[in-house]
T-cell receptor, first 115, second 114 residues
Framework: EPEVTQTPSHQVTQMGQEVILRCVPI?????FYWYRQILGQKVEFLVSFYNNEISEKSEIFDDQFSVERPDGSNFTLKIRSTKLEDSAMYFC?????????????FGEGSWLTVV | AQSVTQPDIHITVSEGASLELRCNYS??????LFWYVQSPGQGLQLLLKYFSGDTLVQGIKGFEAEFKRSQSSFNLRKPSVHWSDAAEYFCAVGARGSNYKLTFGKGTLLTVNP
């Protein structure tokens, strides 16, 4: 079964450093997402991306965050200057078409620890 | 805005016993409803989903869920739990017209005793 792959699986970074989390969505999918889960809390929507632009973003997704699809296969989440509260599991997801009934497939997550 | 409540943070059952995980949602119309499972070190795997039609939906791994509009619930059930079902289970709701944005519950951690 096709899957969404994410790298790295775990990254430790110092506060203030830039981090890039990478995702390879399923190849024929057109809609891409990032979600995050702070330890012990809910999985939260961050951003959706289609046609090389952001479709929607949550209030969590402030100016420190950016997304990019640099080469037609990768989908990246960049955190410009990490804060302690950015420590979380970040999930990438993708979907063929953005319409009702379509399954969103999630990757295994990238665990980010900011120290 | 939609919301999801999973009242049970942690449930322990014996292998072979039946299971019901509760999920209540808040949404102004008929929502799209999902159950995902996350095993340790794994991603979120879709177990089943409800969009319309039959309110009892069947999923993978022998799971089923029933949508009850009157109770705003979408409880997950399995008649006989296996040790490999130990994982965290997440209920999620998607708003109609906005299926790309899922709102998740906090999850229920399932422990299975031998």
């Amino acid at each position: 079964e096709p899957e969404v792959t994410q790298t790295p699986s775990h990254q430790v970074t110092q506060m203030g450093q830039e981090v890039i989390l990478r995702c390879v969505p399923i190849s024929n999918h057109l809609y891409f997402y990032w979600y995050r889960q702070i330890l012990g809390q809910k999985v939260e929507f961050l951003v959706s991306f289609y046609n090389n632009e952001i479709s929607e973003k949550s209030e969590i997704f402030d100016d420190q965050f950016s997304v990019e699809r640099p080469d037609g296969s990768n989908f990246t989440l960049k955190i410009r200057s990490t804060k302690l509260e950015d420590s979380a599991m970040y999930f990438c997801a993708s979907q063929t078409l953005m319409f009702s009934g379509n399954t969103i497939y999630f990757g295994e997550g990238s665990w980010l620890t900011v120290v | 805005a939609q919301s999801v409540t999973q009242p049970d943070i942690h449930i322990t059952v014996s292998e072979g016993a039946s299971l019901e995980l509760r999920c209540n949602y808040s949404y102004g119309a008929t929502p799209y409803l999902f159950w995902y499972v996350q095993s340790p070190g794994q991603g979120l795997q879709l177990l089943l989903k409800y969009f319309s039609g039959d309110t009892l939906v069947q999923g993978i791994k022998g799971f089923e869920a029933e949508f009850k509009r009157s109770q705003s619930s979408f409880n997950l059930r399995k008649p006989s739990v296996h040790w490999s079902d130990a994982a965290e289970y997440f209920c999620a709701v998607g708003a109609r017209g906005s299926n790309y944005k899922l709102t998740f519950g906090k999850g229920t951690l399932l422990t299975v005793n031998p």
